[in-house]
């Protein structure tokens, strides 16, 4: 019909014109955030394009949501602005024939959602936060760069080598401060290369010296001068935060787990699934055209109205997380009263129902009748 093909194909034409110019800000967004953390040392600086697509990818659910909305709230705000919603009207088309067109073009997209952020979310953050632990993981000798000072993984430990080779297992000039059991201690050594001994590796340094703090004796120090000095090159491993763990969780053990924090995560990626569906029949009962507004009047709403509705599904993802409100009975509370406060405002405006007409009709049929008292006439 031509009804449905016109409607579906300008939302595709906005749909595709919205997703990329969001694209476009979330991967520029994106870039700065993975670029200030691989500057910082948080991540490989290698790995910053492989981090960057995980990151989007987790991204793109509330991307392709968003999309979508914005999308069908532009085209109903020009079908209304340039009065063709008014010509479908008059033809027999009420509110309620849009729901149609609407949804048959949104599902490819909700399925979309409901793919990436059941399967793709959590495969995304455990990939990129490998990522981060490797690079966290490795081996003391391993962070350090010629010419720079550089933090050990435990934190105990700072080391400087002037020079080193191409495999990176020899350094000249080599120094050391640690602190341990409130202990420090200072190794300077000419040379140092990297050996294994029953399979840990180790730090050998030669030709240098050691200035040791005396323990209970402040201000008095031990030195010592070595040929050959061995320290062992640990490695640290980080565990991962439970917010993000649950975030690199399957859906499926997020089910059979059954804690606050999986049931949390659960009930989150079920929301935006039902976030998506909710916004798009929202976009069909609230778009409407004021002209006092202006242009941007419904995509300044539907900017709001998507803001609102995210932040109150981390909020309530927080919540559950806590122990304070069982998972179904939020998802209950938030996803059923915006869809039944949508499906109120749908059927109002679709039979043009109006509160205020409503009560003035009451008032005018419970007002008793008006009689006028007849005069009499002047003698």
């Known amino acids: ?64 949501t968003m999309a979508l909305f914005i999308s069908i709230v532009s085209v109903l705000s020009r079908m209304h ?33 409901t793919v990436l952020v059941l399967f793709a979310w959590p495969w995304a953050n455990q990939q990129a936060s490998d990522l981060r632990v490797r690079f966290e993981q490795r081996s003391d000798l391993q962070r350090v760069t010629p010419g720079q000072f550089q933090e050990s993984s435990s934190g105990r430990r700072v080391f400087f080598i002037d020079k080193d080779t191409a495999l990176g297992t020899e350094g000249r000039n080599v120094f050391i401060s640690s602190t341990q059991n409130q202990q ?28 040791e703090s005396i323990a209970g004796e402040q201000g008095s120090f031990k030195v010592s001068e070595f040929e050959e000095y061995a320290s062992r090159i640990t490695e640290k491993a980080l565990p991962l935060s439970r917010e993000l763990e649950m975030k690199s969780r399957s859906t499926l053990s997020l089910v059979t787990t059954r804690e606050p924090q999986a049931m949390a995560e659960f009930g989150w990626r079920i929301g935006m699934v039902l976030c998506a569906l909710n916004l798009s029949l929202l976009a069909v009962a609230t778009t409407t055209s004021n002209p006092r507004a202006g242009r941007s009047g419904n995509l300044a709403f539907s900017i709001f109205a998507f803001l609102l509705y995210y932040n109150l599904l981390n909020l309530g993802e927080s919540r559950v997380a806590r122990g304070q409100i069982p998972w179904d009975i939020w998802l209950l509370q938030l996803h059923a009263s915006v869809l039944l406060a949508t499906t109120l405002w749908l059927i109002k405006r679709h039979y043009h129902l109006s509160i205020r007409r409503w009560f003035r009709r009451k008032l005018t049929s419970a007002a008793p009748p008006h009689t006028s008292t007849p005069t009499s006439a002047p003698t």
């Open 81 to 113: 602005r340039d009065s063709e919603m008014v010509i479908w009207m008059n033809s027999g088309r009420g509110l309620l024939s849009l729901l149609s067109p609407v949804l048959r073009f949104a599902w490819p997209v909700l399925l979309a959602v």
């Open 1 to 64: 019909m031509l009804f449905h093909s016109s409607i579906r194909a300008e939302l595709a034409r906005s749909f595709g014109a919205t997703l990329v110019v969001l694209f476009t800000i979330v991967v520029t967004m994106l870039l700065i955030r993975v670029l200030g953390q691989a500057s910082s040392g948080a991540i490989d600086p290698k790995e910053v394009m492989l981090i960057l697509g995980y990151t989007v990818l987790g991204r793109m659910p509330t991307v392709l």
């Open 184 to 211: 420090e201690s200072t190794i300077s050594a000419k040379a140092a290369r990297v050996i294994q001994q029953d399979g840990t590796p180790f730090l050998l340094l030669t030709q240098g010296q050691r200035l």
